[in-house]
Structure formats: structure tokens, C-alpha cells
């Protein structure tokens, strides 16, 4: 199972249990981004890498990340908010293609 935002990881000898897991996991269309995404968490602001999208069954769309301590995860696109700047609308450029688009 993929790690969740906001679970707890114990330890026991060669075992580990996770509070807060989801068993229903059925994760297709799992396609890479273009480059990975710097996003944050939004429960508790923690920076994360966003790597794939995916349609998680009840959960669409969804993202498979890398959190700050090397754990992938599975997060829902409303736990997560893009802050790379290669992502986020930018509002110079659209005004230029606007442009472009009336002169034609």
C-alpha cells in the first residue's frame, strides 16, 4: 500500500502498520508528468514532489508524489496544491498569446 498524507507509521521488528491506510487501492491510467511538480500539502503545508497522475477508483483524479523523507504517496487532487511555477497559470504569457491570437 502507498503511504497517505496525514498517516502514522509504527514499527514493529520487520513490520510496519499504518493508521489512516485505504484498503481499496485500485490505481490505472497511471501516466508520468512532463517534469515533476513541486507542490505542498495542503493538511500541513509539508513541500512534496508530484510525479504521476492517476485515476485512484473513488478518488479521480489523484497524484503519486515524493514527501521530504523519500516516502511516495498517494494523494487526491484536493489534498495537494501545485506551487511550481512551470505549472501555475501565468498570466504574462497569457496576455502575450492573447495578443498573438487578436492579430491573427
Request: charged share 20%; aromatic share 4%; net charge negative.
Given at each position: 500500500?502507498?503511504?497517505?498524507?496525514?498517516?502514522?507509521?509504527?514499527?514493529?521488528?520487520?513490520?510496519?502498520?499504518?493508521?489512516?491506510?485505504?484498503?481499496?487501492?485500485?490505481?490505472?491510467?497511471?501516466?508520468?508528468?512532463?517534469?515533476?511538480?513541486?507542490?505542498?500539502?495542503?493538511?500541513?503545508?509539508?513541500?512534496?514532489?508530484l510525479?504521476?497522475?492517476?485515476?485512484?477508483?473513488?478518488?479521480?483524479?489523484?497524484?503519486?508524489?515524493?514527501?521530504?523523507r523519500?516516502?511516495?504517496?498517494?494523494?487526491?487532487?484536493?489534498?495537494?496544491?501545485?506551487?511550481?511555477?512551470?505549472?501555475?497559470?501565468?498570466?504574462?504569457?497569457?496576455?502575450?498569446?492573447?495578443?498573438?491570437?487578436?492579430?491573427?
Amino acid at each position: 500500500m502507498l503511504y497517505r498524507p496525514g498517516q502514522s507509521t509504527t514499527r514493529t521488528g520487520t513490520s510496519s502498520t499504518m493508521s489512516g491506510t485505504h484498503e481499496d487501492q485500485i490505481i490505472t491510467n497511471a501516466a508520468p508528468l512532463p517534469f515533476p511538480l513541486e507542490a505542498k500539502l495542503d493538511a500541513t503545508g509539508e513541500p512534496v514532489t508530484l510525479l504521476q497522475t492517476c485515476d485512484w477508483q473513488g478518488h479521480s483524479p489523484s497524484n503519486i508524489g515524493v514527501d521530504k523523507r523519500g516516502k511516495q504517496f498517494l494523494a487526491t487532487f484536493d489534498e495537494v496544491t501545485v506551487t511550481d511555477h512551470r505549472a501555475v497559470p501565468n498570466l504574462a504569457v497569457d496576455a502575450i498569446r492573447n495578443s498573438q491570437r487578436a492579430a491573427v
